[in-house]
């Protein structure tokens, strides 16, 4: 097997001058070492060893970096051009010293690619090349390439895109496997031409087969100042490392209508499709923390004939287009188009069929997982329906519910989320930090409590006491201890008899709370407890949930009142009180009852009234707490 690679190295870095102190752009330095080394101890690595760079302003100080290449165990050869032809020119110049297959990359990336992967699948296909590529946070300025199901590269569209068009964010990420045996007739002898550009689509309109290589693995441009800060950057907070195929990979599901767009029920035009606020940031945030971003989503809509594959290829090339305007990306999406009940006009028959791939089914969760090699138990669902939860739940990855689209109200699973969150950009700041500062707050408490029985957390409302209950109970079972949370909401009067300004414990039924929990900590076996669940739009009860609490269980109380009762609080030293900025906590109570439906002006008096009733009185009940945690 040839293990042969040509290194494009004739820039003259003009856009990165002021950086480059007068060197070429290959010997641009990335964390203090040329970006042409990084590439060429890449090569080695994967069994690369036999170099062709490709070279043409100031080939000499290249030249007398590298030698031979024998500090770096690879053998080099050098190919001068003595006029500047273009990355496909350059490279029909060098055929005469190449094999008949062989890897391109381009000395102005960055990569952390497994080349030897690629050029194993490449080796395997009859196609005259193979394209690595990926989504970028800048596809309006990429050139982008268009796919069949089977992986063909069916179209290049070059940059710039015509002004009213709209296509998938996949994009020429510049790593090649090429055979040389077209590239002679194809590439001009004389003249400038570019791979890019010109060949690749003249190598289409002959027939030729083209086959892309899609991986989630990292490979960036860093020929401007801009772009190679950002390498750079990624590199010391180590997101190569995370994208790399070394590991299994982070990654964040994320339901499509509803969690990424707005929710208009069986959505069927691309012009339907509008992004809800702040997506772009919350997907954005991901990407550059080198967390897959990975959409699972049903859509029956093809099977009920309401819109073909073509038109959903169109929907989604409107998603990546509203992402990529606002700098973020997709890594992968996944969607399940089949519908188990018939009797639709226009449906599709081969479409309608009860599935793996259809959430609550964890099915497109499953393909992801195998496909991009994602460590289940770091990873997230992110959804707006119950189906979205049980699917996560079915999966192995924590989950959170959104307060948008449906907002879990559609109940048709009894499934209760590991986490609630306002929206997406929320969910993701709570996976990118929430979640391990909370984590490693709680750690101590933990480890001085391995054998407590009960454990109170109060604070004002919006602080986060449910988070926090939820990271104790995955806290408390990596000791082995198997914990339950008891939110005292669970024991709020119905609506109409929770009076304001009557004081926190007057919308509580506490005296019914305490009968309910006193018994599971005095028996010797196991016990039930029935806990109301409540629609927290409209505070009505809409299920119950059954707790069997073993005798040596964990029992995390939380909820507002937690600190203020003596009864409780004399039944455990265990004791913990959470805390946040005041802005922070009354914006929260805000967004809550905005969300509910209420007027600003309403809010407002709430607010006010929540500060001298509750909060009041939760905070001084503070000195209860054996624990404190300022979130």
């Known amino acids: 097997m040839s293990n042969q690679v040509a290194i494009l190295a004739g820039g003259m870095g003009t856009r990165l001058s002021a950086r480059s102190g007068g060197l070429p752009k290959p010997m641009v330095p990335v964390l203090g070492k040329p970006v042409l080394e990084h590439q060429i101890s890449l090569c080695k690595a994967h069994g690369f060893s036999h170099i062709a760079l490709l070279l043409h302003h100031q080939s000499d100080a290249i030249q007398a970096y590298f030698g031979d290449g024998a500090p770096w165990g690879v053998e080099l050869t050098y190919v001068i051009e003595t006029d500047a032809r273009g990355t496909a020119g350059a490279l029909r110049d060098a055929l005469d010293h190449l094999d008949e297959q062989f890897l391109v990359l381009y000395a102005d990336t960055y990569a952390d690619i497994d080349l030897g992967k690629m050029w194993r699948s490449a080796v395997a296909s009859d196609a005259a090349g193979t394209l690595l ?99 750079e950057g990624d590199l010391i907070r180590g997101v190569p490392e995370r994208l790399s195929a070394r590991n299994r990979r982070l990654a964040v599901f994320l339901d499509r209508d509803g969690t990424l767009n707005e929710e208009v029920n069986y959505l069927a035009s691309a012009d339907q499709l509008v992004l809800l606020p702040g997506v772009c940031e919350a997907v954005h945030r991901l990407n550059r923390a080198g967390v897959l971003a990975v959409s699972v989503t049903n859509q029956p809509v093809l099977a009920r004939g309401d819109v073909t594959w073509e038109g959903m290829q169109l929907i989604h090339a409107r998603l990546d287009q509203l992402l990529g305007n606002g700098h973020a990306y997709l890594d992968r999406l996944y969607l399940c188009p089949h519908h188990p009940d018939q009797g639709f006009p226009g449906e599709v028959p081969e479409l309608k069929m009860v599935c793996d791939c259809r959430k609550p089914a964890p099915g497109l969760l499953d393909q992801a997982v ?56 929320t969910a993701v700041d709570w996976i990118l930090n929430g979640h391990g500062q909370l984590t490693r707050k709680l750690m101590p408490i933990v480890a001085d409590n391995g054998s407590m029985r009960l454990m109170l957390l109060g604070g004002p409302s919006r602080v986060g006491k449910s988070m926090a209950a939820q990271v104790l109970k995955e806290l408390m079972q990596a000791t082995g201890r198997t914990p339950h949370i008891i939110p005292l909401d669970a024991w709020l009067k119905p609506a109409g008899l929770r009076l304001e300004g009557t004081g926190v414990l007057g919308r509580y039924d506490m005296a019914l709370a305490l009968e309910s929990l006193l018994p599971l900590l005095g028996t010797a076996g196991r ?58 906590r009354q914006r929260r109570v805000h967004w809550e009852y905005q969300w509910r439906g209420e007027q600003d002006e309403d809010i407002a008096k709430r607010i006010a009234s929540r500060e001298q009733d509750e909060v009041a009185q939760v905070q001084e009940a503070a000195s209860h707490a054996k624990y404190m945690i300022n979130l």
């Not at 959170?400 to 997406?424: E, N, W």
């Not at 005798?551 to 003596?566: C, F, N, T």
């Open 133 to 231: 590529l990926h989504p970028n946070d800048h596809p309006h300025d990429s050139d982008l390439v268009e796919i069949v199901g089977d992986g063909t590269i069916a179209a290049i569209r070059p940059y710039p895109h015509p002004e009213a068009s709209c296509y998938p964010n996949l994009v020429n990420a510049a790593l090649y496997v090429l055979r040389k045996a077209h590239l002679v007739d194809l590439i001009p002898a004389q003249g400038k031409h570019d791979l890019a550009k010109d060949t690749f689509k003249a190598m289409l309109s002959r027939g030729l087969a083209l086959n892309a290589y899609i991986t989630p693995e990292y490979i960036k441009d860093m020929g401007t100042p801009a772009r190679l800060d950002k390498v």
């Open 370 to 425: 195998k496909e991009l090699e994602i460590d289940r138990r770091q990873s997230w669902m992110v959804g707006d329906t119950t189906g979205d939860i049980l699917a996560g739940q079915r999966a192995g990855v924590r989950t959170i519910l959104l307060r948008t689209g449906h907002a879990g109200r559609d109940h048709k699973h009894p499934v209760q989320a590991d986490y609630v969150c306002d929206d997406l950009p």
């Open 527 to 584: 016990a039930t407890l029935n806990l109301p669940v409540w629609d927290r739009k409209t505070s009505t009860q809409v299920s119950s949930r059954l707790l069997s609490i073993g005798p040596e269980d964990l029992l995390i109380v939380e909820g507002v009142p937690a600190l203020l009762d003596p009864e409780l609080r004399r039944l455990t030293e265990s004791s913990i009180h959470l805390d946040t900025a005041r802005d922070v």
